[in-house]
C-alpha cells in the first residue's frame, strides 16, 4: 500500500510544478518519460522552500524555513515523509544518490533571503550557487543515471546554465524583489542608479553564460537534451525580451512571456531541435 502513497507524493509535486511554472512544466514534458517524476520532485521541493521565503508573509519565516530544513534531514535519514513533496524529494535523492551537501548549499540560500543582505561579489556567487547551480546539479544527477564520469563531464556546464537562468530571474523580477521583499541581488548595484549601462553590463555576462551553457546541452544524454534544450529556449526567449526593455521599465513592471507564445515557442524549439541534430 506504501506504493499509493508514493504514487500520490510524486503527483502532488508534478501538481505543483504545473500551478506554479507552465514553462517549466513544459519542459519536463520534453524529457523522456521515465526521469520526469524524479524532475517533478525536485521542482516541488524547491518551490516549497520559494515560498516559505517569498510568500508566506505574516509568518515566522525563520522558524519555517528552519523546520523546513530538519524535516528535509530527518526524512533523507528515515527514507520516510508524511509530508508528499518531501516524501517524493527523498524518494528522488536516495535512488538517484544526490549529494546531500547540494541540498545543505541550496537552503543556505533560503536562509540568505530571510535577511536584509547587500551583496558583495562574493555573496552574489554564494547565493547563485545554493538557489540555481545546485539545483541544476541535483538534475544533472537524474540526467545522467548514475553515471558519475557523465555527471563531472556535464557538471560546469550545469551550473553555467543554472547561473544563467537565475540572473534572467534577478533581472524579470527586479520590480517585485525590491518593492515587495526589499531585496537587491546584482552586487554593488543601487536600485535608484539602475540604469542601460549598469543593465547592459549584467546582459553581456549572461549572454556569454548561455553560449557555453549550449555547449554542454548538446553533450546531455537524449533522454534529457530536448527539455532541457526547451528551457534554455524558453529563458533565451525572455532574455532577448529584456534586453529590448529600459533599465527604467526593468524596474517598473515584471517582464513576462505569455502560454500562448510559450507554447508557441515550444513547437517551434522541436522544429529547430530536429534541423540542428542538437
Do not use: W
Request: glycine share 4%.
Amino acid at each position: 500500500m506504501k506504493q499509493l502513497f508514493d504514487d500520490l507524493s510524486f503527483k502532488i509535486s508534478k501538481e505543483t510544478t504545473k500551478q506554479y511554472s507552465t514553462s517549466f512544466s513544459l519542459g519536463i514534458l520534453a524529457l523522456s518519460s521515465k526521469i520526469r517524476n524524479p524532475i517533478y520532485a525536485i521542482y516541488g521541493y524547491v518551490r516549497l522552500a520559494d515560498e516559505i521565503v517569498d510568500s508566506f508573509h505574516g509568518f515566522d519565516k525563520n522558524k519555517l524555513l528552519s523546520r523546513f530544513r530538519d524535516e528535509t534531514f530527518l526524512a533523507l535519514e528515515e527514507k520516510i515523509a508524511l509530508n508528499p513533496i518531501l516524501q517524493s524529494f527523498q524518494e528522488t535523492v536516495s535512488r538517484y544518490q544526490i549529494d546531500h551537501d547540494l541540498i545543505r548549499q541550496f537552503l543556505r540560500s533560503m536562509e540568505m533571503d530571510l535577511h536584509k543582505i547587500d551583496y558583495n561579489s562574493e555573496l552574489y556567487k554564494e547565493y547563485i550557487l545554493g538557489s540555481a547551480e545546485v539545483v541544476g546539479l541535483m538534475c544533472l544527477h537524474i540526467f545522467v543515471e548514475g553515471d558519475k564520469e557523465e555527471f563531472e563531464k556535464l557538471k560546469p556546464y550545469a551550473m553555467i546554465l543554472g547561473s544563467a537562468f537565475q540572473k534572467v530571474n534577478f533581472l524579470r523580477d527586479m520590480k517585485d524583489d525590491y518593492d515587495v521583499l526589499g531585496r537587491t541581488y546584482f552586487p554593488n548595484v543601487d536600485i535608484a542608479r539602475f540604469d542601460n549601462l549598469v543593465k547592459a553590463e549584467i546582459e553581456k555576462e549572461i549572454a556569454a553564460e548561455f553560449q557555453k551553457a549550449l555547449e554542454g546541452i548538446k553533450k546531455l544524454p537524449r533522454s534529457s537534451r530536448f527539455g532541457v534544450y526547451l528551457a534554455y529556449r524558453y529563458y533565451v526567449s525572455l532574455f532577448k525580451k529584456i534586453k529590448k526593455t529600459s533599465a527604467h521599465e526593468i524596474i517598473n513592471q515584471r517582464i513576462r512571456i505569455s502560454n500562448p507564445k510559450k507554447i508557441s515557442l515550444m513547437m517551434g524549439c522541436y522544429v529547430e531541435y530536429k534541423m540542428l541534430s542538437i
